[in-house]
């Protein structure tokens, strides 16, 4: 790595698959915001070698930096679940990793499949008998839980997702879940979802919008 010269598309690259913005990457490698926006702007072409050796030594720890074509995340920080039994196999690791955990919660995104169907509802009924929480933001608006809120078809579609620990599973096709073994891409993500789920009308047990709860969402969307 230390002969290896960092390009923009790859500082870009690499906060993409960790779900870093720019102020984060500097904080975190501790290296000045404006030298990584001017470089990924191409205001300037090259860093200064300090600058560039603390991002690849912070970086470095998730990503492997392909010559200068790409990035990849790092073997063992990552895993493909391939197969119809991609989704079981997904709540097994779930189970796995967030059995025994008092304050455990999972954090589900989905569209199609929607863990309201007869085929995923189970799985979740099996986390709930662990003592395993979630939530869930979806698209099906006859959810009859607290626990899940309705995303409105004006949102873009829901991939499956799922957010625990500092784990992250992302369904990337048909039968395909890619999980990711990320702290920070967790906590980023976990970020995302605690303000798609204050800004959404909380349900009712009956599938009736509290209201109370939510007139001060829509109003807050509205300024996303």
Not at 13 to 18: D, I, S
Not at 33 to 40: D, H, L
Not at 191 to 216: C, H, I, S
Request: aromatic fraction near 4%; charge should be negative.
């Amino acid at each position: 790595m230390d002969d290896m010269t960092l390009t923009p598309n790859q500082l870009r690259a690499a906060r993409g698959l960790l779900n870093m913005s720019q102020d984060k990457l500097a904080q975190a490698a501790k290296v000045a915001v404006t030298s990584i926006r001017q470089f990924e702007l191409g205001v300037t072409t090259n860093l200064q070698q300090k600058t560039e050796a603390a991002l690849l030594a912070f970086l470095g720890q998730w990503i492997d930096f392909i010559g200068t074509r790409g990035v990849a995340l790092r073997e063992g920080d990552y895993l493909v679940l391939e197969g119809e039994n991609a989704i079981p196999q997904m709540f097994e690791d779930i189970d796995a990793r967030m059995r025994g955990n008092k304050t455990a919660e999972v954090l589900f995104l989905c569209g199609e499949p929607c863990l309201t169907s007869p085929d995923l509802a189970p799985h979740c009924e099996e986390l709930g008998k662990a003592g395993i929480t979630h939530r869930t933001i979806c698209h099906n608006d006859e959810a009859q839980s607290p626990l899940f809120r309705c995303a409105p078809a004006s949102h873009a579609p829901l991939a499956l997702q799922a957010v625990y620990g500092t784990n992250v599973a992302q369904m990337v096709g048909p039968d395909r879940i890619l999980l990711v073994r990320s702290a920070m891409l967790a906590d980023g993500l976990r970020q995302t979802f605690e303000m798609l789920w204050n800004g959404l009308p909380a349900l009712r047990a009956d599938g009736e919008e509290d209201d109370a709860v939510a007139e001060k969402p829509r109003r807050r969307r509205a300024q996303l």
